[in-house]
């Protein structure tokens, strides 16, 4: 486990950033031959791009809620995702293929979404955390590098406004 940080931090990240978050829904979870091969493609895919660090992929943390989980990936660009998700010698394609097989044999007992986020700009704090989310995936200072408030964090380095 890594060790907790005492004092406040934030992320360190400048430039584009895409958030994607992609989750699976279990319809009917009686039905493990059905949702077990979709939950087990997704670990193969992380490590995949975690082994490739020219993908895009900057870190991700995974979530498990009431209907099923969800993974928050966070990306160097919107391009570097999508050419991931095109990439025909890649883990994401059979998986694709091999879940759209399956939903046609049983429809709705798996639900898949995802959604996509392009950030212009973002803010973060940690106290007293492991570095976790955004700053594990892009690394982490501390606070006052980045302004004291949330405000000024978000406005940027620069201290710049930020949009009306």
Not at 120 to 148: D, H, I, K, N
Request: proline share 9%; glycine share 10%; aromatic share 10%.
């Amino acid at each position: 486990m890594p060790p907790i940080v005492p004092s406040r931090m934030t992320h360190d990240h400048e430039g584009e950033l895409v958030v994607f978050l992609i989750g699976m829904r279990f319809n009917k979870p009686w039905r493990p031959d059905l949702w077990l091969p979709v939950f087990a493609a997704m670990p193969k895919m992380l490590a995949e791009l975690s082994r490739d660090r020219e993908s895009g992929l900057l870190g991700f943390r995974v979530l498990l809620g009431s209907g099923g989980p969800t993974v928050v990936q966070y990306w160097s660009s919107a391009e570097k995702l999508y050419a991931y998700a095109a990439q025909p010698d890649a883990e994401h394609r059979p998986a694709w293929s091999a879940f759209n097989r399956r939903a046609r044999a049983v429809p709705g007992a798996v639900g898949i979404w995802h959604e996509t986020y392009v950030v212009e700009r973002a803010e973060s704090v940690y106290v007293a955390t492991p570095p976790m989310g955004l700053a594990a995936a892009t690394g982490s200072v501390p606070v006052g590098r980045r302004g004291e408030t949330a405000a000024e964090r978000l406005r940027g380095r620069a201290g710049n406004a930020a949009p009306a």
